[in-house]
């Protein structure tokens, strides 16, 4: 395993979780006085297989109509098959129809992680997907050339590119 691909998933899953204690102690101080939370309630288990299925194929290969890491996989295909690795989730092989599954997500400061989060890449309205992580990070499977990454959504480049996100994962 690569120094970057390491640091890139070490990073992504201290961010994650980090967020999710952050998120359970706000939660703790939500509740009404002498109201326990439970552990399920603190933590969706779900979503964080799901960021950690995702994570552990950041450096995989980017393939166009790829649909497994032995040999590739486009951002549609990593998502189909991190869903369904993770959570036994069918989705939609093609970005576009995963646009149409799920709760849509109107306001970007609504995003959890584990939401699908979309982009215009391609002159055209959903042509790209990655998974929202938290803390303003997605990981995606860019482009040709290029390899499962995490990457910054308030990067400029995809500031312009944003469609929307659509919720998957129950809470």
Known sequence: MSYRKLLAILFSAA???LGAVGAAHAAEQASAPGEEISFLDRYTNSTQDLILAGLELVGINYRRGGTHPDSGLDCSGFVQFVFRNALGKLLPRTTREQSKV???IDD????KPGDLVFFNTM???FSHVGIYLGDN???HAPRTGGEIRVEDMSQSYWVKRYNGA???VER
Do not use: H, S
């Open 15 to 17: 961010a994650f979780f």
């Open 102 to 104: 799920g709760d849509v």
């Open 108 to 111: 970007k400061n609504e995003l």
């Open 123 to 125: 002159r055209r309205a």
């Open 137 to 139: 990070r997605f990981m």
């Open 166 to 168: 659509r919720r998957i």
